[in-house]
């Protein structure tokens, strides 16, 4: 189990090895039960590699199962974590994960295994990131959650879960760079290097993904493009990426990078990559997956932009659509201010930049992301020199 675990951070290979092996040793010799619910769950977590879901669903199932049936403990927050964080996701909505994820957690501090309950109370942190809980709340426990990490000395989640606490430290206006990720929680520069002598495949994607978001934010398109093609750079941590819950806001940047390099340089490969992403995510979607109902109105409203003959009014529908769709805070703010820019470049009507830019900032003061709130006031300024869309 430590090796499976140790694997899926630099070697996916090896995990895989590991995890069959489990498997095998269980059919062979009979359950075991502080050894064989982990197996199965990895086990079902294989599947969402091998893109068969219900394969993956059945497994988790029987990992819950054979841990209820036999009174497992010590697994269980290895259990909860793999099955949840990185399993069933797939088909259920990733709010509802939270509570599981956190049962994970106090049972990892009940019954001593603290790495895996920690890594527990980290995914349940992304999970409230990624569906816009209040920055301050998440900052709070993150906060909590890391200052164990030292403590106990699980430097393995640590090393991710000081990635996001920055970015958030970043959101909430406490940095220097709001798209560099160095303040209190995390020196970039520094974290790159220990990830980098380290081997630490996965995390080392995750930071560069991680700024690649930031600066896309930012609409600091030339930094976004390098992270992002940097971050391309690790295969295998993409490849390990794949069966987290996180992938999906990942692959939903990128798709939007895509549709801004295609407007800026109405390169056909670049309209190529966003398209064959859009239709993986709709397929997923097709397929069941709840968690892509929140980020696809979005990219259907950058569709309509790409169509030469669309209007203003077109446009500004599609975008208005998507802000209704999104239930999230922060993705009604993105809508509004992708909306914002789009308009602004290519139809200059400053009302309609001005409508969306106030809508954008109320819904990232709902979030908390102040520093976004002062970057939306800077757009909304009025431009001295030449004529400002405003």
């Known amino acids: ?119 527990c109370a980290h995914m349940a942190c992304y999970v409230k990131f990624m569906v816009g809980s209040p920055l301050e709340e998440v ?56 990830l980098f002598d380290t081997g630490n495949e996965l995390a080392l994607f995750v930071l560069l993904e991680h700024a690649f978001q930031l600066h896309y934010l930012y609409e600091d398109w030339d930094n976004a493009i390098v992270y992002h093609k940097e971050a391309l750079r690790h295969p295998e941590a993409l490849r390990s990426l794949e069966v987290h819950l996180y992938h999906r806001e990942y692959k939903f940047t990128r798709s939007l990078l895509y549709f801004e390099q295609y407007r800026q340089t109405r390169s056909r490969k670049y309209k190529k990559r966003a398209l064959q992403v859009v239709k993986l995510m709709k397929r997923e979607q097709a397929a069941g997956c709840p968690n892509y109902d929140c980020y696809i109105p979005i990219l259907d409203a950058e569709m309509v932009m790409m169509k030469k003959e669309s209007t203003w009014e077109e446009v500004d529908a599609a975008y208005k659509d998507a802000v209704k769709a999104c239930k999230y805070s922060k993705l009604r703010a993105l809508a509004h201010e992708r909306a914002a820019w789009v308009i602004g470049e290519h139809f200059h009507r400053p009302e309609l930049v001005k409508e969306h830019l106030e809508g954008a900032k109320l819904h990232y003061l709902a979030w908390e992301a102040f520093a976004k709130v002062r970057h939306i006031d800077e757009k909304l300024k009025p431009k001295t020199g030449p004529p400002s869309l405003l």
């Open 1 to 119: 189990r430590e090796i499976s675990s140790y694997a899926y951070f630099s070697h996916p290979d090896l995990m895989i090895v590991t995890i069959l092996r489990a498997v095998r040793v269980s059919i062979q010799h009979g359950i075991h039960p502080e050894v064989s619910p982990s197996s199965f769950a990895a086990y079902g977590m294989l599947h969402v590699i091998l893109k068969d879901p219900e394969s993956c669903l059945r497994f988790n199932r029987v990992a819950l199962q054979l841990m209820e049936k036999h009174d497992s403990r010590y697994i269980r927050p290895t259990v909860e974590y793999v099955v949840h964080g990185l399993g069933n996701h797939i088909r259920s909505p990733i709010e509802t994960l939270i509570d599981p994820l956190m049962g994970g957690f106090r049972a990892g501090i009940s019954y001593g295994d603290l790495g895996h309950g920690l890594g």
């Open 139 to 194: 900052e709070r426990q993150l906060e909590r959650y890391t200052s164990l990490m030292q403590v106990y000395n699980k430097t393995s989640v640590y090393l991710f879960s000081v990635i996001i606490h920055q970015r958030v430290l970043n959101l909430l206006g406490r940095s220097e760079h709001p798209t560099i990720l160095t303040g209190t929680a995390m020196n970039q520069e520094e974290h790159y290097q220990v």
